[in-house]
């Protein structure tokens, strides 16, 4: 099941990095009598798993849980950790338990007579990164299908087993688990940094179109794939930011950028005052040919529990998310007095913030490299900023520094997240980098310094000077 | 006065009391909470005896199975044995039994056996009869007398009978003035003590 | 593209405003301190060493013995396909479970009547096994055979728990029936760490800050406490014969032994350090009471140690003998943890697995004052020689007295430790400072504020935990500086020294750095007191 193909090191040494053994879902309820264990089993990756081992690797999940819980009642196993893999449970609703698997890193190296040896690197992988993917598995899959259990009581067993493979199928493609980190601990949310002025301009944005288009429930705005304003919950937002982010438009890379007007979606080419287009829904609203169908999201699942049509829509470097109750009927004419509303506007809303935001790139001078990198978080308000990732694609998160040291950074977060304290962590690794780590009050800051030959007390210095000028302007909501 | 050394070893189940019965004789003292015995102890008391002296020197053995192979290694050297069981205990009866059979195959041809019959102030819980044990005493002509390290009853009088009942130095091969040395078994060639 | 970031062997800087560097991962390098490269730094022996390099220590969790086993796996021995049988109906495991659930209930009734006639003095194993105060034990130890038959528990009965083992008996085949290891559960607040000895399976349910390989190495612990009272040939052979051998017939009496280990590894950092702590003595004093541990030698001696409350006052080997500290910190464990050895002289048995595994030695035991803690060792190999040693203890015991040198160390009993204000350091509350060389370490007195018992087990778990991170397998660290709310810490490893500090939390950054200069200099000027410099052979 090795998706990816090995790398070569020395010529007698391979490394396999990190990859999805098995991925599966269970309900204990659904088969609890001997002879009928299969039908607990409502979705396994890969199907072409051989029945009986199926039902072996269900039971040994159930078995592990049920024996933890004979040491804690309420708080059973979350991960099994073996020389070959490990296995990360994780039960979002009572009873439905998801399983990921995922083998340790592989060195493979081939001895002088011709044999070869293999190498599992058994603490490698972070329980408390792969412990958060499993958990944004399920939150992306409640986004576009609802729980669980809903599921269930709408089309029974069958309806959600439908579900969960047509989800599953495309979405575990996109896992990428050799590229996680810390900032999939955190799932936070970037926040665009601008000054009050626009701020203002895009809250008054923001009323005017929800005034105009009444049917709108909530509406979100983003720009430069960082947001900006949001009307959801925290929770809703902080995963539909995540879709947005690293599925959604990474798909439609800014032809814009390169001078070129979108095609199609939006109609109006050649129009300089509107860049507007669709990101979901029909590929043209204009053409009656095609039905006016925009993908469903769920929200506020414990409470109110609202489906929604999620529209997005985008203008040059600006993206604006519509919401509409999903027992409204979506027509032509809706999206058509939308993208002539929204369109024009949105244009001129986005090249304002695009040129404010040059101007005070140009007023803070020339950008020196600094001889530091950071990530910072905030508990509250899920605000996260980061220098170490360069770019974020559909595919993965590139970071700029070595795997072992965001590992560190790994380490450092799970000392942190012991104790709700106000604590400080600084180590130097064998490179000789120094990294700090920084917790207060809900806030998390992580620095990598390259200062080999600095002591501690200049690391301290240097990060100081960081605080003072970095994140005065940058936490505009602090 | 004349000293003899009287050579000891103490034998029987883990728990009986046989350290006790030890520090009650040589110390004079009781500890109820009493450690097991981590391979065998060794300590020495003097008493007179009509005009002698009379140095015990005692191997207290531990009673746990996974020293029972030592055994042979004390008692191979002893002048006498203390058979130890618990009155309590009608199991420690059954293994003294084992321990007299083994006495009589491996042990020295002279060896004086002694049997006492430990915790006696616990008559309430009792479960070996005295009498049963007086019988079987008899049959195999070992001394009997029932103990309580505890109270300090018949504690320094089976030590006293046990003098009397080993012959004198010059019949008993066993105890030259040198000190013993204990003997090499000749089927144990291997360090390895089990 | 990605897989050239991840390479390790590429620097791992792509833009380049952070410059490469090496990896370093295997090179401890050069200490910072001029001139305190391994074997000068304060602590390091001047000619050779006593114990076994202690780096042969670090290998101890894992390694060897592990890659022998699972070869043997591989060859489908008998031991496996014996596991295979056991795991075959697994896949009805969980429904098993609910039957578990319920034995144990109609168990416990039949429990309460056995544990009546218990011996009073073990009731800390007669505990409810399905109360919460036994769920919330810090550490649960569980060891049993690998046929599931249970041999140690060290909470609740052996009886209460054959189900809980049974089910970790069944894990381990099930997932060694798939040719993989099972090593850890982790959950919220605790984790559940396995390790396969064959023919023992060793599980302990830990809910400290330990990391997985500090909590292995405590089960190894226990491991070769066993092997120390049976020899691994005999437990193999024991198995070998009857695999559903009840091994607590031979282990009775043993129970407080490991219980006794067990406790002291939550509260002395020696198991964490891999390292020996001294008695603090004067050079010349030390050097008269190894003198006379060496001038009463016989041919079949191989060890005389000299302890007093688990520290080493002086030790004297055979040439070309070395010990482990591993096997020295059991000899530790077995005197701390029966009062037996107190009164007359002990000759018994023992076998130090790292020197070998396979056969005992005979070692005589005995306190040289019955008032003292100092506790005098003999080791022999020579089964019938406890009148020779015996004599050697007592030719000891001459020497020591003839020049008042005994009253001079009994007195120095007195103060068995120091002060940490000896040292002059104003936010400094405790430190442990190693010498890798030796494998000796040299710490203070454990004072305010850490003076209940649970203080001072929380300040042994805030260095396990520095110790882990410094020490971490993949990612191992030089330096940590922590600052907390309750206290402040320094961790700082090269290749001569190990140091931890523990500062007040109103130190400063400065402050700590100008204590680790004060301290080096500090225990430079104290070694002769504090180490053991000049060991001797016979």
């Known amino acids: ?478 | 006065m004349a000293l003899r050394e009287l050579k000891v070893c103490l034998l029987g189940d883990t728990g009986v009391g046989k350290s006790s019965i030890v520090w009650r004789f040589v110390e004079d003292s009781f500890d109820p909470n009493i450690n097991p015995t981590i391979g065998a102890s060794f300590m020495t008391k003097t008493v007179q005896y009509q005009s002698e002296l009379h140095k015990f020197l005692i191997w207290d053995t531990a009673g746990q199975e996974r020293f029972r192979a030592l055994a042979p290694m004390y008692y191979r050297g002893s002048a006498a044995a203390i058979i130890v069981y618990d009155i309590t205990k009608e199991e420690a009866f059954q293994t003294l039994k084992n321990w007299v059979k083994e006495l009589r195959q491996h042990g020295p041809p002279n060896i004086v056996v002694a049997i006492a019959g430990n915790k006696c102030d616990l008559n309430d819980a009792r479960e070996v009869l005295e009498k049963d044990a007086k019988d079987y005493a008899d049959s195999i002509h070992a001394i009997f007398v029932e103990t309580s390290a505890k109270n300090a009853i018949n504690i320094n009088e089976l030590f006293a009978e046990i003098s009397r009942r080993i012959p004198t130095t010059d019949s008993n091969p066993g105890s030259s003035n040198k000190g013993f040395k204990l003997r090499k078994q000749p089927s144990e060639t291997k360090r390895n003590c089990c | 593209m990605e897989a050239d970031v991840h390479n390790k062997k590429t620097p791992w800087e792509i833009n380049g405003s952070l410059a490469p560097a090496e990896l370093q991962r295997n090179n401890r390098s050069e200490s910072p301190t001029p001139g305190l490269v391994e074997g000068t730094e304060p602590g390091a022996r001047q000619d050779s060493a006593m114990f076994v390099h202690t780096r042969s220590y670090e290998d101890l969790t894992g390694g060897e013995e592990e890659k022998r086993r699972q070869e043997s796996d591989e060859t489908d021995s008998p031991g496996q396909s014996q596991m295979e049988e056991i795991s075959k109906d697994f896949s009805e495991l969980s429904t098993q479970l609910n039957r578990v659930v319920m034995d144990e209930e109609i168990r416990d009734g039949e429990v309460e009547g056995t544990v009546s006639c218990r011996d009073s003095a073990l009731s800390d194993k007669e505990e409810d096994v399905t109360s919460e105060s036994w769920r919330q034990h810090r550490k649960h130890v569980f060891v049993f055979s690998e046929a599931g038959k249970p041999i140690y528990s060290r909470y609740g009965t052996e009886e209460a728990l054959s189900t809980t083992m049974g089910v970790m008996v069944a894990l381990v085949s099930v997932i060694e029936a798939g040719k993989n290891v099972i090593k850890s559960i982790h959950a919220e607040g605790y984790k559940v760490v396995f390790i396969r000895r064959s023919p023992l399976v060793l599980v302990a349910v830990a809910r400290t800050r330990q990391s997985e390989q500090e909590v292995a190495k405590e089960l190894l612990y226990i491991y070769y406490q066993i092997i120390s009272l049976l020899t691994l040939t005999q437990l193999n052979r024991i198995f070998e014969q009857k695999t559903n051998y009840d091994l607590r017939r031979l282990l009775s009496g043993s129970e407080r032994i490991t219980d006794n280990l067990l406790n002291l590894m939550d509260r002395d950092p020696s198991f964490l350090m891999c390292a020996v702590r001294c008695l603090p003595l004067s050079a010349s004093l030390r050097d008269l009471i190894s003198g006379a541990l060496q001038q009463a030698k016989d041919k079949s001696l191989v060890f005389s140690i000299l302890i007093a409350q688990n520290q080493l006052v002086t030790l004297v080997r055979k040439k070309d003998q070395f010990l482990h500290p591993v096997d020295l910190h059991l000899l530790f464990n077995l005197i701390s943890a029966s009062s037996s050895f107190r009164e007359g002289e002990v000759w018994t048995p023992i076998c130090l697995p790292k020197f070998n595994s396979n056969g005992f030695f005979h070692t005589h035991i005995s306190y040289l004052d019955q008032a003292s803690s100092l506790c005098l060792m003999l080791i022999s190999t020579e089964s019938e020689h406890f009148f020779t040693i015996s004599n050697c203890k007592r030719k000891v015991l001459e020497r020591l007295n003839k020049r008042n040198t005994f009253q001079t160390l009994l007195d120095g009993l007195q103060t068995p430790s120091y002060c940490v204000s000896q040292v002059g350091i104003s936010d400094l509350r405790h430190f442990i400072y190693k010498s890798r060389s030796s494998g000796l370490f040299t710490s203070p007195e454990v004072e305010h504020p850490y003076v209940t018992q649970e203080e001072q087990e929380r300040l042994l778990e805030l260095y396990q935990h520095l110790y882990s991170r410094i020490h971490n397998s993949s990612r191992p660290l030089k330096y940590i500086y922590y600052v907390g709310q309750r206290e402040n810490l320094l961790a700082w490893v090269t290749s001569g020294f190990e140091l931890y500090m523990c500062f007040s939390p109103m130190g400063t950054k400065t402050g700590a750095v100008n204590a680790i200069t004060k301290l080096m200099k500090w225990i430079r000027k104290e070694e002769e007191r504090l180490f053991i410099l000049n060991p001797l052979t016979y």
């Not at chain 1, 408390?128 to 992306?140: D, E, H, K, L, N």
């Not at chain 1, 579900?163 to 575990?172: G, N, S």
């Open chain 1, 1 to 478: 099941m090795l998706m990816i193909s090995p790398r070569m090191t020395t010529a007698q040494e391979k490394q396999f990095p990190p990859s999805l053994q098995n991925f599966f879902i269970y309900n204990p309820k659904l088969g609890p009598r001997e002879g009928e264990e299969e039908k607990k089993i409502l979705f396994y990756h890969p199907t072409e798993v051989e029945k009986n081992e199926k039902i072996r690797n269900v039971g040994l999940c159930e078995a592990i849980v049920q024996f933890t819980r004979t040491f804690c009642p309420t708080k059973p196993a979350k991960s099994l950790h073996t020389q070959k893999n490990r296995q990360f449970f994780h039960e979002p609703e009572e009873s439905f338990w998801m399983v990921m698997v995922v083998s340790n890193p592989i060195i493979e190296r081939v001895n002088k007579d011709g044999s070869t040896v293999v190498e599992y690197q058994e603490d490698e992988l972070l329980d408390t990164v792969y412990g958060a993917v499993i958990q944004q598995c399920y939150s992306m899959y409640k986004l576009f299908n609802g729980t669980f259990a809903r599921s269930m009581e709408l089309g029974g067993v069958e309806l959600l087993i439908q579900k969960l493979e047509k989800f599953f199928f495309r979405y575990l493609q996109t896992l990428h688990l050799q590229s996680r980190d810390l900032l999939d601990v955190f799932g936070g949310i970037s926040f665009f940094p601008l000054d009050k002025m626009t701020y203002l301009k895009i809250q008054s944005f923001v009323n005017r179109m929800e005034e105009n288009l009444s049917l709108v429930k909530y509406t979100a705005f983003l720009y430069n794939d960082q947001l900006i304003w949001s009307g959801l919950e925290q929770d809703d937002m902080r995963i539909l930011y995540k879709y947005l982010t690293t599925s959604l438009f990474p798909r439609h890379m800014e032809p814009e950028l390169i001078g070129r007007d979108s095609p199609g979606r939006g109609g109006m080419t050649g129009n300089l005052h509107h860049y507007g287009r669709f990101l979901t829904g029909p590929s043209n609203i204009n053409d009656p040919e095609i039905p006016i169908r925009f993908p469903r999201i769920f929200v506020n699942t414990k409470d109110k529990y609202e489906e929604l049509h999620l529209i997005v829509y985008k203008a040059m470097s600006a993206a604006v998310c519509f919401m509409i109750d999903a027992s409204v009927e979506m027509t032509r004419e809706f999206c058509q007095k939308l993208d002539s509303l929204v369109g024009p506007q949105l244009t001129l809303l986005a090249s304002d913030i695009c040129e404010q935001f040059n101007t005070n790139k140009r007023l803070s001078g020339p950008e020196k490299e600094p001889h530091f990198k950071f990530i910072y978080f905030n508990h509250m308000n899920l605000a996260e900023k980061t220098t170490i990732h360069m770019r974020k694609t559909a595919s993965m998160c590139l970071t700029s520094v070595h795997p072992d040291l965001m590992k560190i950074l790994g380490d450092i977060n799970s000392d942190f997240s012991r104790a709700d304290e106000d604590e400080e962590i600084i180590v130097k690794a064998m490179t000789d980098y120094w990294v700090v780590g920084k917790r207060s009050d809900q806030r998390e800051l992580y620095v990598i310094l390259n200062q080999k030959n600095a002591n501690l007390i200049e690391v301290n210095e240097e990060v100081k000077k960081l605080c003072a000028t970095q994140f005065n302007n940058i936490f505009f909501l602090d």
